[in-house]
């Protein structure tokens, strides 16, 4: 019943949009906002996400009984949202986000693996900047982690016996920089660092022996920095 509803208000919304019956709905449906994303400066929590609406999330189309795998099945058919934040009521509709192939910012469907340790898989949604990981939990679908611009490129790695959520910046001149973060399950983040090599002086754009290099907010050597980038990405 539920999912009958949503599709009659998704219809509805259709109708509406393409009609223009009012000034009212024309103001409802312009509150649907795409935001840029670019981190030049910025760590990984401070920018927005292309597809995030402002609008309230609905009761209804939260699927209580619905196992992880169902509700990220349930996302993927859009009949639910993802939740990006709760206290701002963001919420994230996939059929919302761009799909041409031949755009370089659309998104598809992704792997399914266990990114937060808890022994569920999570849902990948690949995209631009590395896409969007997604968490079911609690009758839910949450935004787990969205790749946020070239400063805040999404990936993860294995490293230390778990799984974390990694966001980089390689590609701009002076450093490499890289945010790991490791979460529980249930959304909380039980421990993070910051791996990085600073070399803003260089005129060829290549770190030496003299470089900043930095692990968990120590001052590591070259050598250091290399066997720690070696273990944790492979390159």
């Not at 208000?9 to 259709?14: A, G, I, K, V, W």
């Not at 002076?174 to 490791?182: A, D, E, I, K, S």
Request: charged share 35%; with cysteine.
């Amino acid at each position: 019943m539920r999912i009958q509803k949503i599709a009659v208000f998704l219809f509805c919304l259709f109708v509406l949009s393409g009609c223009g019956v009012s000034q009212d709905n024309e103001e409802a449906l312009s509150n649907v906002e795409v935001q840029e994303t670019d981190v030049e400066e910025k760590g990984p929590e401070e920018s927005g996400d292309r597809g995030t609406s402002e609008v309230p999330v609905d009761e209804d189309m939260v699927i209580d009984e619905y196992e992880p795998e169902k509700l990220l099945d349930a996302f993927l058919a859009s009949e639910i949202p993802a939740i990006y934040d709760d206290e701002d009521e963001l919420v994230i509709m996939y059929d919302q986000l761009p799909h041409d192939e031949d755009d370089w910012e659309c998104y598809s469907v992704g792997e399914r693996i266990d990114l937060d340790n808890d022994g569920e898989n999570e849902q990948i949604v690949n995209g631009p900047y590395g896409g969007i990981y997604l968490d079911a939990r609690d009758g839910k679908v949450y935004v787990l982690a969205r790749g946020e611009g070239t400063a805040g490129f999404l990936s993860y790695a294995d490293y230390d016996n778990a799984t974390w959520i990694v966001h980089s910046d390689t590609t701009h001149a002076g450093r490499q920089m890289f945010w790991l973060t490791q979460y529980d399950g249930k959304g909380n983040i039980v421990d993070e660092f910051k791996l990085m090599a600073g070399y803003w002086d260089s005129t060829d754009d290549k770190y030496d022996e003299n470089s900043d290099f930095t692990y968990r907010d120590e001052k590591i050597t070259m050598r250091e920095y290399e066997e720690l980038r070696e273990e944790i990405f492979g390159w």
